[in-house]
């Protein structure tokens, strides 16, 4: 099962063992109508929703077949991008660019998918819908002429290019003791200590041996996106 952890869940549907695919290839779309998240409601026939400011929906596990690619279905993880409902007139902001990227970048690293576009209608890689006849039936023009220029000018190759090393995460993070950060993606703040990291609201229950003169003693530390990269590494204690 592969929940994206930055991803807000809607019209969510789980992971169904009787669905099951190992993703090869990420599919982008456009939504052709003027919604911030129509598969919300239910009917969903994708994984992921790129939404007007850049905030992302997840819709069901990428583990779990959607319906959105055709012949590609058994292998494809689907994203939809909000439009307005004019795909040529309002090409991918900069804050959907940046969501696109991020998504794409965790389903790449999550399911071992190379960032190359796909030779073929049946290879592993990146793509949009109208890129094989495959994928795309009946045949349309999604995601239309300006975002596939996007994808190859913009998107596709800043997925390519080297990633940065991740920043330092703020010490100090020994089992006894606790840092308070916040992840900038979500403005959520969490108390990290070498054992892992908790929501806040759930440490007083969850940290028995944290220093807590230590957290009332210091400020919230804002990490960088590159931080927080490196964040997503330490592993999240679930509440009993």
Known sequence: MAICPFAQQRGWKPYDPERV?????????????????????????????????GDIYQHRDTETRAAANASANSFAISIETWDGGDPEGNPWSPQQL?????????????????????????????????MFGEWNNP?????????????????????????????????????????LLRTPSDGKIWCVSGAGRWHVKD??????????????????????????????????IPTP
């Open 203 to 236: 440490a007083a229950q969850e940290l028995p041996l944290v220093e807590w003169n230590v957290i009332h003693g210091t400020t919230v530390t804002d990490l960088t996106d590159e931080q927080e990269a490196g964040f997503a590494l330490i592993p999240e």
């Open 21 to 53: 695919i190992t993703p090869t290839t990420i599919i982008v779309h456009t939504n052709a109508v003027d919604s911030e998240d129509p598969g919300s409601t239910g009917g969903l026939t994708w994984h992921f929703q790129v939404g007007e400011h």
């Open 139 to 179: 045949v349309h023009s999604c995601p239309g002429d300006t975002r596939a220029a996007q994808f190859h000018d913009v998107l596709l190759p800043r997925l390519q290019s080297p990633s940065p090393s991740p920043s330092p995460i703020p010490s100090p993070l020994e089992d006894d003791m606790a840092v």
């Open 98 to 130: 940046d969501a696109l990227y991020r998504l794409i970048d965790w389903c790449c690293t999550t399911h071992h998918i190379p960032r190359v576009q796909p030779g073929t209608w049946d290879s592993a890689g990146i793509g949009y819908h109208r």
